[in-house]
């Protein structure tokens, strides 16, 4: 399936763009706005990788936006068609996102142009290794200044490779764990990563959904139960999503796009079916039990209650903007809706739930992540047994009164939190105050016309005023 993107503008641009708008909004200098708009550093590099005999050269960068907070944060991604204004985009959001969820770091993006379906594991972790001795050379990767973390093309895998190298080259480094989070977790990882993000896009959906004043700007009644939901990228991101959508909400998965085309089906696809099956065949062609359509873009314009753009950015764009039907867009990919592009879905009465708060789950639990290795212990473990002794004890104490506990809450009471529960409910904590910052800012600002710009206005105005309270600049 060709991918036709109208990017009107660059995908840097369509950030700094929203950056303006938000920016008017905030009591801030026109110096330190135009500071906080701009790539702090990047470093671009050319690495060489013997592969089959021959020397392949790839090229990568690691984009540095604010180091506002540290460390920076930002994921590593691996796609054919990364590029540094790619990069400097996503380390812009990484920031926003960042300050807007209260997650401390300041923001960053790695990339490497590579597709990583041509290669084998055995290249593919050559290539990863050397791409991580780069960056570990010149200090982009460290647990105190740098931690990339997983993206489009990269996950546990990538990130223990990653980890290892750094702990070859940085033996003595006690918190060397720390230097990447996404981890696999026999390697430090933390249960609940990679279902973060996705769990996360759940978790700000679920949100908006308990707010029935907003809600009603989407025109959607009720609650998730038998909504129609359309999903581009079953990836890591869109699977988690659909999945817990499907399975914890009772949502009706309508539609999945992937690369090489779209499944339909009115009545709901089965999420892990159609996973099972793309990861098997490499794509969603063919798959029996849905009708197919070649050109997969086609199917973000089909009526649906939220359309979820969950593979990559600029992919609702001008062209096709006046035809998408959705009510609402969660945005769970980052950028997939250009600066132009929103203005006529606004227009539309289209609600769109924004990236930088959407999809934050990542960094929310990668932070968690970090925090344990630093402290080298896992979150529950000094206190579960007692919590749940104390819980027995309290047990004991109503039922001494006669009074009977059902056997189901006892079970509940006597469990204890382990370390996915914890991780879980802090995720959902997040999603919810943020987005409940999210919309008391839209709701009591004239000059504030979507959660876009209440999002992005919350995360810089958070900015500025660290940088102010450091008193570093003016
Ligand atoms: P991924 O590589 O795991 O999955 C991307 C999926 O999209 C793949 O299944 C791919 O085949 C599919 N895809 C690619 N091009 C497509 C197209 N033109 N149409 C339909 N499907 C297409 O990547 P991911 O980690 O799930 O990331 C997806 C998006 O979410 C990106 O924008 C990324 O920056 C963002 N994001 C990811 C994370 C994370 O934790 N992984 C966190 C925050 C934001």
Request: net charge negative.
């Amino acid at each position: 399936m060709a991918t036709t993107v109208h990017q009107e503008k660059s995908f840097r641009e369509n950030v700094n763009l929203v950056f303006d708008i938000a920016a008017a909004t905030l009591q801030i200098s026109d110096g330190l706005a135009y500071y906080l708009k701009g790539v702090y550093n990047v470093y671009q590099v050319r690495f060489p990788v013997k592969i089959e005999g021959k020397v392949e050269s790839f090229i990568g960068w690691r984009a540095v936006h604010s180091e506002h907070k540290l460390p920076t944060k930002g994921g590593i991604r691996y796609s054919p068609l990364v590029n540094q204004d790619e990069i400097e985009a996503l380390a812009a959001l990484m920031s926003y996102k960042c300050a807007l969820v209260d997650v401390p770091f300041g923001g960053s993006k790695g990339g490497v142009v590579v597709d990583p379906k041509k290669y084998d594991d055995a290249t593919m972790e050559r290539i990863t290794r050397r791409f991580a001795y780069e960056l570990i050379k010149k200090d982009y990767i460290n647990p105190a200044t740098s931690v990339p973390a997983p993206d489009m093309g990269t996950g546990p895998r990538e990130m223990a490779w990653i980890a290892d190298t750094y702990m070859e080259h940085r033996p003595d480094d006690i918190n060397a764990l720390g230097c990447v989070t996404g981890k696999p977790v026999s390697l430090g990882g933390i249960p609940g990563r990679t279902e973060a993000t996705g769990r996360g896009v759940v978790y700000g959906i679920r949100e908006f959904f308990r707010h029935p004043e907003d809600r009603k700007r989407a025109g959607l009644e009720g609650t998730l139960e038998g909504k129609t939901v359309i999903i581009q990228g079953l990836g890591n991101v869109g699977y988690h999503t659909a999945k817990i959508l499907e399975a914890e909400d009772g949502a009706k998965i309508i539609g999945i796009i992937e690369h090489d085309g779209a499944l339909m089906d009115h009545n709901g696809l089965s999420v892990e079916k159609v996973n099972t099956y793309n990861k098997e065949h490499g794509g969603v062609k063919g798959y029996p039990d849905a009708q197919y359509f070649e050109n997969g873009n086609a199917i973000l314009e089909e009526k649906c209650d939220f359309l979820i753009p969950a593979a990559m950015e600029g992919v609702i764009h001008m062209e096709n903007a006046p035809r998408i039907k959705a009510n609402l867009i969660a945005e769970a990919a980052n950028g997939p809706v250009t600066f132009g592009a929103d203005a006529i879905l606004r227009q539309k009465g289209v609600v769109m739930i924004p990236d930088i708060f959407l999809n934050a789950g990542g960094v929310v639990v990668s932070y968690f992540e970090w925090i344990k290795n630093l402290s080298h212990i896992r979150f529950g473990r000094l206190t579960r047994r007692h919590e749940v002794s104390q819980n027995d004890l309290l047990l004991k104490a109503i039922e001494s009164n006669g009074h009977k506990i059902p056997t189901g809450l006892a079970e509940k009471l006597l469990h204890g939190p382990n370390e996915l529960d914890l991780v879980r409910s802090a995720l959902d904590d997040t999603m919810r105050d943020a987005f409940q910052q999210i919309r008391d800012r839209y709701w009591s600002h004239d000059k504030i016309e979507s959660y876009r710009i209440a999002a992005m206005a919350i995360g810089i105005e958070k900015i500025a005023l660290s940088i102010q309270d450091r008193g570093l600049y003016p």
